[in-house]
């Protein structure tokens, strides 16, 4: 069984201030999604890493898939209150039907 | 922006009753899926759907629960005889690839 496990659980912090959200496995997955998830809606996109060591930028957030392609992170510059959510990370399996496995999610608040 | 909608967004259901819960995923997307998030719990992949038929399930899809694609457009999920325990939001999600999936609203289901 595949395990994602993603920490903080919870993150504070001010407008301003820089987080990183990491997701770890033992496992090694075919690709690293990150999503936003809004209360009462489903998870959003925000991007797709598939290549060992791939790093991605979507303005103020960077996203990173390790060299062993068993772990991840999402690190957020200068972080707004817009950025409140909740974000995930799920691993795609190697068949090409992409199930994906999640992480339990961090709950990030930003305070103005 | 396309999107996958669900419906309904809210049901309540008699345990043992059967429930269909509806998606038109988008409409250019060749994969389907199911996922649920029991609330305060990560969100699980049940079932994806190519080809028209089920290319891979998890543990939780058990006898109990079906999908049907019965046109080119509608993608259901039925359970048959509900359980207490089946009550969570219930996602559907679709791709182009097997991966960067778009997830709709989901339909929150309670089991009475």
């Known amino acids: 069984t595949q395990l994602l496990e993603q920490s903080p659980q919870f993150l504070s912090i001010q407008e301003g201030e820089n987080l990183t959200v990491y997701c770890n496995s033992s496992?090694?997955?075919?690709?690293l999604q990150w999503y936003r998830q809004e209360p009462g809606e489903g998870p959003v996109l925000l991007v797709t890493v598939v290549t060992g060591g791939e790093v991605k930028k979507l303005k103020r957030l960077t996203f990173q898939f390790g060299d062993a392609r068993k772990d991840s992170s999402l690190h957020i510059t200068a972080a707004q209150p817009g950025d409140t959510g909740l974000y995930l990370c799920a691993g795609g399996s190697g068949t090409s039907y992409g199930k994906l496995t999640f992480g339990q999610g961090t709950i990030l608040t930003v305070h103005p | 922006e396309p999107e996958v909608t669900q419906t309904p967004s809210h049901q309540v259901t008699q345990m043992g009753q059967e429930v269909i819960l509806r998606c038109v995923p988008i409409?250019?997307?060749?994969?389907f899926y199911w996922y649920r998030q029991i609330l305060g719990q990560k969100v699980e992949f049940l079932v994806s759907?190519?080809?028209?038929?089920?290319?891979?399930k998890s543990e939780i899809f058990d006898d109990q629960f079906s999908v049907e694609r019965p046109d080119g457009s509608n993608f259901t999920l039925k359970i048959r005889s509900t359980k207490l325990e089946d009550s969570a939001m219930y996602f559907c999600?679709?791709?182009?690839?097997?991966?960067?999936?778009?997830f709709g609203s989901g339909t929150r289901l309670t089991v009475v």
């Open positions: 999600a679709s791709s182009a690839l097997g991966y960067g999936y778009t």
């Open positions: 496992s090694v997955f075919s690709s």
């Open positions: 409409s250019n997307h060749l994969y």
């Open positions: 759907f190519y080809n028209n038929e089920i290319s891979e």
